[in-house]
């Protein structure tokens, strides 16, 4: 039960990473995009795009990161559905060369 318990109380907080991550990709690329347009000081732009793409970076080991850390409170909650009985298969797919490059960039 406290397995349980504690893997149902991860998951709220992790899905707020997630969907945060989710708001700061959008609002990194609308950054990008307005930088790389022809006004403005050339030096602060390369410095901006050059902070963006470490702030880019950073959100990309973010959600990388908390997608494997769901996954586990996700096996967490099986776990207990298994000791329960009430455990139902959950067959997805994936794209394995997609999954590899996320594990690398962490």
Do not use: W
């Not at 149902?8 to 969907?19: D, F, K």
């Not at 990008?32 to 022809?38: G, I, T, V």
């Amino acid at each position: 039960m406290i397995n349980a318990c504690v893997s149902h109380e991860m998951r709220t907080p992790l899905n707020s990473i997630i969907a945060f991550n989710v708001q700061k990709e959008g609002l990194y690329k609308e950054l990008r995009e307005e930088l790389s347009s022809n006004q403005g000081a050339p030096d602060i732009k390369v410095k901006c795009l050059l902070i963006v793409d470490q702030l880019e970076k950073g959100r990309q080991c973010q959600e990388s990161s908390s997608s494997i850390i769901k996954f586990l409170v996700q096996d967490l909650l099986d776990f207990a559905q298994l000791k329960a009985g009430k455990f139902r298969k959950n067959i997805t797919r994936f794209n394995i060369i997609e999954t590899v490059k996320s594990v690398l960039r962490i």
